[in-house]
């Protein structure tokens, strides 16, 4: 009980943080190119996503990322996937509250390395002309993803070298 009191709290200090930040910076010059090169989807495959009791498939063609989560990351992700809200909002569905309470939309996630097991994604987001983009677990940004339709990248280096064949 005190650990979901806690992640509430947490998540809670994450999204005023969000906010404060995209009140706070607004990009331009240097920035902006940075951000363009960022938002890039060039080198990145577009993927269908699937998931399991445990397990977050990144589907593109016959092949596939496979990452293992934990069974109320998978679920999460599967109730945004079929846009079911329960009676009360989890950690998702409440980040997309904030979310739209301070029109802050999804642009898109990309998942971009795998390093010692463990793969980085990034979150991408927009409010008005300001961009963010965000250091992201990759289940998380999946899951707030999915809950506005949006795609979900993964680097086409990335698919090849850690990608399953599917079919």
Known sequence: MKLRKFNYILISLLLILIAFLFYQTSFTG??????????????YVNTYVRVDENSIYLISGCDAIIMSVSDEQARSIGLGLENVSGPRPITHDLIRDVFDLFGIEIIMAKVEKLESDTYYARLFLQQGNKILNLDSRPSDAIAISVRYNKPVLVRKELMESAGRKIC
């Open 30 to 43: 240097n920035m902006a190119m940075i951000t363009g090169e960022l938002l890039s989807t060039e080198d």
